[in-house]
């Protein structure tokens, strides 16, 4: 039998008929948490490792424009989806918001400790924009893309301690919050695409989300690098020791490239679903780690954490 009739009948199964493989009674739960008095406490706050500190400080700016972009991508799309999936969208929609606003702090503790982080927030505002005058469907398979990368680097964190081991502390619960609500929202674009695109031909809506995800994953593979070696830079480490430094905190120590390899190949299998892969257990292994963490509104008091509460239930209306 040829390929393409294999890929088209294995691609049916999951497209053709819009079937979600979400598992039954997962609740996504947007929860209002608030770390920005979390102040960085060292500038290589990941345990001392000048490495690990900056990839995490390099992602986390691509986060406030690049969700952002996620909501506006998954909003376009909510009154043309089932009810169900509308809910999701907007739980969606209320985590990656609060996931932006809390990194937009993180960021600015960044800027505190004397990093600038201009050209990195100049590179992601380029990329996002060089999506966004792409077609409408390009927008979604482009979150798509995107959300499956996140939902990977947020279960390797998750499930390997070592990751935020000796890092501070408020900054770790930070990180263990965020990855798992990435985790438990892992399947809403990809649902919402097998839902528009329910009509099209599955040979096509495979290629085309395999070739987006082979372009997205260079270049967020380039981009963060890039990133990495700016802020390295400015943390005395350049030439060939942040080179190599980089490349054994990637694919030889820590490894968050090299062991997330194989669940980001899983993307390009026809039938595919983020739910495959079932890590719901992570998301409770994280709230376990950070449940206990002090929260802005328990220190400002009943007052001012209603009046926090109902700004942003007025601010998830309007994006929703």
Same mark, same amino acid.
């Given at each position: ?10 691609? +049916? ?8 493989? +979400?598992? @039954? ?19 290589? %706050? ?29 909003? $376009?799309?909510?009154?043309? /989806?089932?009810? $169900?999936? &509308? ?7 209320? &985590? ?21 982080? +201009? ?21 979604? /398979? ?8 996140? @939902? ?18 408020? &900054?770790? $619960?930070?990180?263990? %919050? ?14 919402? %695409?097998?839902?528009? +695109? $329910?009509? %099209? ?15 997205? @994953? ?65 998301? &409770? ?20 954490? @209603? ?14």
């Amino acid at each position: 039998m040829a390929i393409a009739p294999k890929i088209a009948d294995a691609a +049916t199964g999951s497209n053709a008929q819009h079937k979600s493989a +979400t598992p @039954a009674g997962l609740n996504i739960r947007p929860r209002n948490r608030y770390f920005s008095s979390a102040v960085i406490e060292r500038r290589r %706050w990941v345990g001392g490792d000048p490495f690990a500190s900056a990839f995490f400080n390099a992602l986390s700016v691509t986060f406030p424009e690049g969700e952002k972009f996620f909501i506006d991508s998954i909003k $376009k799309f909510c009154k043309r /989806v089932p009810k $169900k999936l &509308q809910h999701e969208i907007r739980a969606f929609i209320q &985590q990656e918001a609060i996931h932006s606003r809390e990194h937009h702090c993180f960021n600015d503790h960044l800027k505190d400790c004397d990093f600038d982080i +201009t050209r990195l927030e100049q590179a992601i505002s380029g990329v996002v924009n060089d999506i966004r005058a792409m077609p409408e469907h390009s927008h979604l /398979v482009a979150t798509m893309c995107i959300e499956h990368i996140t @939902a990977i680097l947020a279960a390797e964190v998750i499930s390997n301690p070592k990751h935020f081991e000796q890092a501070d502390e408020e &900054q770790r $619960k930070l990180w263990l %919050w965020h990855a798992s609500e990435e985790i438990e929202h892992k399947g809403v674009a990809y649902d919402t %695409w097998l839902y528009v +695109t $329910k009509d %099209w031909n599955p040979l096509k809506c495979w290629f085309i989300r395999c070739s987006f995800m082979a372009k997205i @994953a260079l270049g967020f593979t380039k981009n963060r690098a890039k990133g990495v070696l700016d802020l390295l830079r400015q943390d005395g480490i350049s030439g060939p020791r942040a080179w190599f430094g980089l490349a054994h905190y990637a694919f030889a120590g820590k490894a968050p490239f090299r062991r997330t390899l194989w669940p980001l190949l899983q993307f390009f299998k026809p039938g595919f679903h983020p739910w495959d892969i079932d890590d719901r257990a992570l998301i &409770q292994l994280a709230e376990s780690e950070y449940e206990a963490a002090i929260m802005v509104e328990v220190e400002a008091g009943p007052e001012r954490a @209603a009046l926090t509460d109902r700004q942003d239930d007025d601010r998830f209306r309007k994006v929703a």
